[in-house]
C-alpha cells in the first residue's frame, strides 16, 4: 500500500511539475513585445518610439505624429527635421528628425532620430550626436538635479543605418523600442 501511495505521490509531483513549467511558458510568451514589426523608415520608427513615450507618460498622449498634452490637447514636444539643428551633414541623412519640448526651455528632453545613407555616413553621423550631446550639456550644466540627471543619463545608439539619441526618463527603454523596431 505504501509503494502504492508513494508511486502515486511522484506521479502527482511529476504532472504538478509539467503543469509549472507550462504556465512558465505561457506567462514568458504574454511578457514579450506583441509588436515587433520592422520599419524601414525614420519616421516610422519615431512614431513608435513616440507612441511608447505617450504610453508610458500619463500626461501625453500620441496624436497626429505629435507628443500632445492629455489635459490640454496641445502639442508638448514639436517635432522638427533634422536639418533644423547643426552638426548634421545633409548627404550623410537620408530622413531625420528632433524632437524638443515646445515651450519649456529649461527642459533638456530631447529625442533625435535619423537615417543615414550608409555605413560611413552612419559613423559621421555618430559623431554629430556626440556635438549635440556636448552642446546640450553646456547649455544646461547648471539646470539643478534633474536636468542634470537627465544630461547624463543619455542613450547614444547606431543600429544599421538608424541612429537614435535619447535625452529623457529611462532612456534605455526608449533604446530598446528603437532597437525593436529598425530593420
Not at 500500500?1 to 510568451?29: D, E, N, P, R, S
Not at 518610439?49 to 514636444?77: N, Q, T, W
Not at 533634422?82 to 531625420?96: L, R
Not at 519640448?101 to 527642459?107: A, F, G, I, L, R
Request: glycine share 4%; aromatic share 8%; proline share 3%.
Amino acid at each position: 500500500m505504501k509503494k502504492l501511495l508513494f508511486g502515486i505521490l511522484i506521479i502527482m509531483t511529476i504532472f504538478t511539475l509539467i503543469g509549472c513549467a507550462q504556465v512558465k511558458a505561457y506567462v514568458k510568451t504574454l511578457e514579450q513585445p506583441k509588436d515587433n514589426e520592422k520599419i524601414e523608415d525614420a519616421r516610422g520608427i519615431l512614431d513608435k518610439v513616440l507612441e511608447h513615450i505617450a504610453e508610458s507618460d500619463h500626461e501625453l498622449s500620441f496624436e497626429d505624429g505629435k507628443l500632445v498634452d492629455s489635459e490640454l490637447g496641445v502639442p508638448h514636444f514639436e517635432v522638427l527635421p533634422i536639418s533644423e539643428i547643426k552638426h548634421f551633414d545633409e548627404k550623410d541623412v537620408v530622413d531625420g528628425f528632433i524632437v524638443h519640448p515646445v515651450v519649456d526651455v529649461d527642459n533638456p528632453k530631447l529625442l533625435i532620430v535619423v537615417e543615414a545613407v550608409d555605413k560611413k555616413a552612419s559613423i559621421s553621423l555618430n559623431d554629430a550626436m556626440r556635438k549635440v550631446k556636448s552642446d546640450q550639456y553646456a547649455e544646461f550644466k547648471d539646470g539643478g538635479m534633474i536636468t542634470e540627471y537627465l544630461i547624463n543619463n543619455n542613450e547614444t545608439v547606431r543600429q544599421g543605418n538608424f541612429l537614435i539619441y535619447v535625452t529623457w526618463e529611462k532612456a534605455e527603454d526608449i533604446v530598446k523600442v528603437f532597437e525593436r523596431h529598425v530593420r
